[in-house]
């Protein structure tokens, strides 16, 4: 029989992050302070996410793990492989099959439906860092609902800049309370926050933080009024492959021709967009 | 008799203490040495220390280090908490809220909309990795400001009025000379025009013309503002230059206080003749 515990955790560690999820889902936005736990990989690596991964996921799941857009990296599959090993659950590279979505700083093309779990990896969760170094400070200013530094971060970018400068990690104001960084997916991914059908989950194993935006909770990106917020622009380019237009697309260099052209961030989506013709009905 | 004028603000019996007090200083201030308590070492920064100022008025604290001036200051401004005391501003609920019992984010409204503080050290008062321009706009994204555009254009005045050449408007105060540190945090004390300018020792550590400078432009300032402006320093000179009124601290308390050229020429406490005779 098995040495290990089903999805690696002990039972008690399992039911202590599920408790900080809760939490988090009652307070949307609230970071949680949570004991993360030691992991074979190294924190800073995803273990936030695998940690809440691990102690939510169930026989009857099916999961899917992203890196950055993509299934099969070799963070991505790793990830996936320890899930597997550990559990036995049956995993895919569909969205719209995925109970539990474990991702790396993008949320996936295809939009989420109810009753899914997506579950992203956090580096730094506390927006207000850079201009506060203190965590003692930055609970406070929670607390307090002031976020100047927040906003004076974006004042800056645009008094340097001309613009907002936050190529990822563009911070979110959730449930008319709390800032939040939404971990450094491109602006692009900004608003998919708003109102989604999916139970957001979010995990910073090194920062021992849990935080969760619950299902149709309003999410707004920060903006001046008179700077008002932007999402990456693709003016007059498109997909090599798909030809698609309104998805994040990946700048890459043909290495024979020198040759600039973009392709599909989001792997699974770009497949399943391929296949669509031959497979019909699968996708 | 015409009718008298309410202060703007009013500081009654304020007390800051640094440690727990024992039996034998706690209330007993004749056992206390110099402001501190020989067997528990709790330090009485500031005793019963009570003042008002007036609308247009410059009132001078004096004293040497360690009187207790800055801790005064620091509690005034709400960076640090009082030990008891009454703190009252006319602006703010006509005077009738003891501030230093109110909520924190009322504290923090009124530090952004009622006073202006200028630091003696411009690290305390400046984010130093920040442009000159964020600085000012910080304390009017506090306000609730939310243009970028107006916040530009108020910044670009108040900058201009303290002599900072606009070219220098996004260099960081980190590049700025000590002068010109303190003349961007003079412009971000007004960003949004308070009533009440607290400057702990502006010109402290400047070298003299760049403090003939600074209190030119605090001078200006007052008479085309009308604040009020509360200034401690250690250099009589300023206080005599700038302050109608002048209070002398000594180890945590008020040992004399009166018009400013009443005090400086005819001192009573023998502290305060020192200190005047001690004029180089």
Not at chain 1, 87 to 103: F, G, Y
Request: proline share 5%; aromatic share 8%; hydrophobic share 35%.
């Amino acid at each position: 029989m098995h040495e290990r515990h089903f999805a690696f955790l002990d039972e008690s560690s399992k039911k202590e992050i599920r408790r900080a999820v809760l939490k988090a889902v009652a307070i949307p936005g609230y970071q949680v302070p949570f004991a993360s736990r030691e992991l074979p990989i190294a924190r800073g690596w995803g273990t936030g996410g695998l940690q809440i991964t691990l102690s939510l996921v169930g026989k009857d799941d099916i999961i899917k793990v992203i890196d950055q857009g993509s299934d099969e990296s070799v963070n991505a599959v790793s990830l996936r492989n320890l899930i597997q090993e550990t559990t036995d659950v049956a995993s895919t590279i569909h969205t719209t099959e995925a109970t539990l979505i474990q991702t790396r700083h993008r949320v996936p093309e295809q939009p989420l439906k109810e009753g899914q779990i997506l579950i992203l990896q956090v580096p730094l969760p506390e927006p207000l860092r850079n201009v506060e170094p203190s965590e003692y400070k930055t609970k406070k200013l929670h607390a307090e609902a002031d976020y100047s530094g927040a906003w004076l971060k974006l004042f800056e970018d645009i008094m340097c800049y001309g613009q907002a400068a936050t190529g990822a990690d563009h911070p979110v104001f959730v449930n008319d309370r709390y800032v939040m960084a939404p971990t450094p997916i491109p602006r692009f991914d900004n608003p998919k926050l708003d109102h989604n059908p999916a139970l957001m989950l979010f995990g910073a194993g090194r920062e021992k933080k849990i935080y969760a935006v619950p299902p149709y909770t309003k999410v707004v990106s920060l903006a001046f009024d008179d700077y008002p917020f932007q999402r990456e622009r693709f003016v007059g380019k498109k997909c090599r492959l798909t030809g698609l237009e309104n998805v994040y697309l990946d700048e890459l260099i043909d290495e024979a021709t020198g040759e600039v052209y973009y392709q599909t961030n989001d792997s699974s989506y770009l497949l399943e967009f391929l296949n669509r013709d031959e497979g019909a009905g699968t996708v | 008799m015409s009718e008298q004028q309410k202060p703007i603000l009013i500081l009654k019996d304020f007390n800051k203490t640094f440690g727990k007090g024992c039996a034998h200083c706690d209330g007993k201030p004749e056992n206390r040495r110099q402001g501190y308590c020989p067997k528990c070492r709790t330090v009485y920064a500031c005793q019963d220390i009570s003042l008002s100022l007036y609308q247009g008025e410059i009132v001078g604290i004096v004293g040497e280090s360690g009187s207790g001036k800055s801790t005064l200051m620091q509690a005034l401004y709400f960076d640090s908490e009082a030990t008891s005391g009454e703190y009252f501003l006319e602006a703010y609920h006509s005077g009738e809220e003891n501030l230093f019992l109110s909520s924190s984010q009322q504290q923090k409204w009124v530090r952004n909309m009622l006073l202006g503080m200028v630091y003696q050290n411009p690290m305390m008062g400046l984010k130093m990795n920040f442009s000159a321009q964020s600085n000012i706009a910080e304390k009017m994204i506090a306000a609730g400001n939310r243009q970028v555009h107006s916040m530009v254009e108020r910044g670009d005045t108040l900058l201009e009025q303290v002599h900072i050449p606009l070219i220098r408007r996004k260099d960081s105060p980190s590049h700025f000379s000590g002068g010109m540190q303190q003349r961007v945090q003079i412009a971000k004390a007004l960003a949004n025009e308070p009533p009440i300018l607290l400057l702990d020792e502006v010109t402290t550590g400047l070298d003299l013309s760049v403090q003939a400078d600074v209190l030119e432009l605090i001078q200006k300032i007052q008479r085309e503002r009308k604040n009020s402006i509360l200034l401690v320093s250690h250099d009589l000179s300023v206080v005599r230059m700038l302050a109608d009124r002048t209070i002398v601290m000594l180890n945590g308390r008020i040992i004399e206080e009166g018009l400013t050229d009443q005090v400086l020429e005819d001192p009573q406490h023998p502290y305060t003749q020192q200190l005047v005779y001690s004029l180089l």
